[in-house]
Nanobody, 117 residues
Framework: QVQLVESGGGLVQPGGSLRLSCAASGFTFSNYHMGWYRQAPGKERDLVAVIYSGGGTRYADSVKGRFTISRDSAKNTVLLQMSSLKPEDTAVYYC???????????WGQGTQVTVSS
């Protein structure tokens, strides 16, 4: 079965860094765009970053210059390196996979990131 398992969330001080990981299985990783979304309490789930199957990337304006998305094809893993974290980055972060032809998609269970003093 398809699985997306996030890890790496936790509590960090403003200005600190975290790295989120998403381990994928049950589908052909190289044929999927991989993304990170986040949802804060009372807000919609929004795109944070995406790395396309061809290697290109796209970021939300709010995280551009602070976050970096990458993928390790050998390990079927997508990473989100988060730096200069702000309290407004606090949210549950979700891993997402979307087939390159946009026909199928999957979600992980989410991991909590809290930025607080």
């Amino acid at each position: 079965q398809v699985q997306l398992v996030e890890s790496g969330g936790g509590l960090v001080q403003p200005g600190g860094s975290l790295r989120l990981s998403c381990a994928a299985s049950g589908f052909t990783f190289s044929n999927y765009h991989m993304g990170w979304y986040r949802q804060a309490p009372g807000k919609e789930r929004d795109l944070v970053a995406v790395i396309y199957s061809g290697g290109g990337t796209r970021y939300a304006d709010s995280v551009k210059g602070r976050f970096t998305i990458s993928r390790d094809s050998a390990k079927n893993t997508v990473l989100l390196q988060m730096s200069s974290l702000k309290p407004e980055d606090t949210a549950v972060y979700y891993c997402n996979a979307r087939a390159y032809n946009w026909m199928t998609g999957y979600w992980g269970q989410g991991t909590q990131v809290t930025v607080s003093s």
